[in-house]
């Protein structure tokens, strides 16, 4: 399975993105997924999951402005970013858990200009 994530890009503070991630096979429907991002210097943390029930959990520094979701008939994740700020700017990465297989997608840039 490979996940391949898309969406980023240059966006002015207070604008919105929405990431995708699309996994080559149907994995959603019984995994946990989630959101991480690195900035420079910085390492790797967690940015919104979701489990296989449906559940989510944000980091704090996000939560009212960022929402995962899934669409498990196109194998597909998101992360909808509202109310960008530039201490937003990472790469991001999706991750998703199929009872204990990890899966890694590509990061995808995203830079918020103030």
């Known amino acids: 399975v490979q996940l391949q994530a898309c969406g980023g890009g240059l966006v002015q503070a207070g604008g919105s993105l929405r990431l995708s991630c699309a996994a080559s096979g149907g994995i959603f429907s019984d995994s946990s997924v989630g959101w991480f991002r690195q900035a420079p210097g910085k390492q790797r943390e967690l940015v919104a999951n979701?489990?296989?029930?449906?559940?989510?959990t944000y980091a704090d520094s996000v939560k009212g402005r960022f929402t995962i979701s899934r669409e498990i008939a196109r194998n597909t994740v998101y992360l909808q970013m509202n109310s960008l700020k530039p201490e937003d700017t990472a790469v991001y990465y999706c991750?998703?858990?199929?009872?204990?297989?990890?899966?890694w997608g590509q990061g995808t840039l995203v830079t918020v200009s103030s």
């Open positions: 979701m489990i296989i029930g449906g559940g989510t």
């Open positions: 991750k998703a858990n199929q009872w204990g297989r990890i899966y």
